[in-house]
């Protein structure tokens, strides 16, 4: 056996205790802080539903040609998109298709600037590593459960567990990006007077933009396996179809929603990609 | 009042550099500190006056600090101890937004690895000094254009540095030190990444500009070949120690130390030595075109020598032989201006290695003129020889 240093009993009731203090107060503020993403979710899910489904593809269509400038890429990618009409999951895929836009935006917009900041920062790097190695090994049950006692079930704890899960890639591919920067080429830039704005602006982003579009990509990806998690906690789409077929033992229904899961994240990862490798061919 | 002038920089490399630095300033040895303390000296007690205008050299090898010192000059690095002033202004004194106007208007600053920015293409690449001071996207491609036109670059301005060779790459990067017109310019083994026909390429560039533009360059370099061919001063470096500084011809001359003498035995001390270094120490007799053949032949007679250079106002005009003066006078001549020898002259500013040839060529004396055409003094083929080759005469 081994020896008991502390009561560990007492140290989960604590933990508990903190939770629900936390709940009891602070509750009301948090979920009115998330009203406007909450808003914006639901003004993002109503227009990808209510417009015709030919428009949502001829927008990826457009965005893929846009991006890659591969006409038989972007084919493909618009084709993906109506075999999940196809089989019957436009509705859900479309569900499914805005919480991850929400998700994916949200953890780049915090991403970015974090990985930046642990780029040009030694001490917040020795810091948030540790930070961002939790985030992605902790099982995301331990913290669907104080995230649903404070704001309830729905979209908002999705999009929270999701982006948990989901940021760390594109704050460490940042990171990486911004420290693989040439010291020659950023030193030249100090040396004509450039300041710290210049610097990131002028040198240290364009350069790291290769490392920071595989970082998005990344977080697309996960983001997307947190579909059936997120589902669990009251968001629709295609994960409460997965959800369904297990609980009714019907592979078909999971299969044919796995299928159209997968869909959306090829989708996201060769348009992602993409992008990714055209700023590449740009810059060396 | 010289343009740059650095008093007694120190740089140490450690966590607790101004902690160390009194251990340094009592002399402590740089092995000595290291094993110690765990502290690097990078730069120890380095002084130098730079004037407007010059071409100055900074050499040593690799490790002897000269890439440390040059960033102190704009304070990429920051020393440990010692002052900086340019044109009399303290560098060290300035907060963080002078400091960047200073980079940006005052000192421009070329480097080994070209440190041209990969996103950009030569135009923008030659603009970015400007961009950072904030110009007008129109005038600094204007100006930008105009440097590149300069150094030879004319019809690359779209493409990409990754798509230019190295020698092409380091104009580019000369291009962005001189759009902005900043009086200073350092080099930073500027060359010395570039193959050797480039490299000479180069420094031909580089002294046809700066002949034009008559900047403040501060040169390092390895390469003492390249140190003598390019600089009005030198300054040589060892483990972070000035060991040396002085015109190129005095370090070539008087070594002052082993080091030193070390650095020079490759040298091609031709190129670097003219005929002004090799004259003869006899005593010249110069006579002119009006001497009279008996005053000419008394004189001669008198040093027994067998010719004297006659000048014609201070111009050579030829050389006179006792045997001329004895027939001169014989034939009873008013002066010697008719009995005069042809008299092979080189330029005092010729290279030993060219004024060799003539010597070899030529079995008679050889006489040197100054800028006008002056006699200067004859050539002493003992000189050329111990000059061009010391270790071959010592051996003798």
Redesign the interface.
Known sequence: MFPELFPARDLRHAIDAFVEQLVVRYADVLEAMSQPVLQALVWLEHLLRVAPWWSIVLAVFLLSLAVSRRLLLSVGMAALLCVIGLVGLWDRGMQTLALMIMATGLSVLIGIPMGIFMGRVNWARRVFTPVLDVMQTMPSFVYLIPVVMLFGLGKIPAIIATVIYAVPPVIRLTELGIRLV?E??L?????????PR?QLL??QL??ALPNIMAGINQTTMMALSMVVVASMIGARGLGQEVLLGINRLEVGRGLLAGLAIVALAIMFDRITQAYGQRQQG??? | MSKIEIRGIYKIFGRHEQACLQAVQGGMSKAELLGKNGHTVGLRDISLSIEAGSIYVIMGLSGSGKSTLIRHF?R?IEPTAGQILVDGQDVMALGPRE???????T???V?Q???????RNVLENAA??L???GMPKSEREAKARHWLEQVGLKGFEKQFP?QLSGGMQQRVGLA?ALA?DADIL?MDEAFSALDPLIRREMQDQLLALQAKLNKTIVFITHDLDEALRLGNRIAILKDGELVQEGAPEDILLNPANEYVQAFLQDVNRGKVLTASHALSERKALTLTTRTAPARALERLQERAFDYAPVLDGRNLRGVLTQSAAQRALEAGARDIAGYLDDVASVPASTGLDEVLGQLLREPQPLAVTGDDGEFVGWLSRKKVVQLVSPALDSAA
């Open positions: 040439d020659d080429v030193e030249a830039s100090r040396a004509f007077g450039a300041n210049q002028g040198v364009p350069l740009v810059s060396q | 704009n990429l400091l960047e106007q200073f980079r940006q208007r000192m421009s600053m480097f690895r070209f440190g041209l920015f990969p996103h970015y000094g961009q950072v001071q990754r962005r902005t350092l």
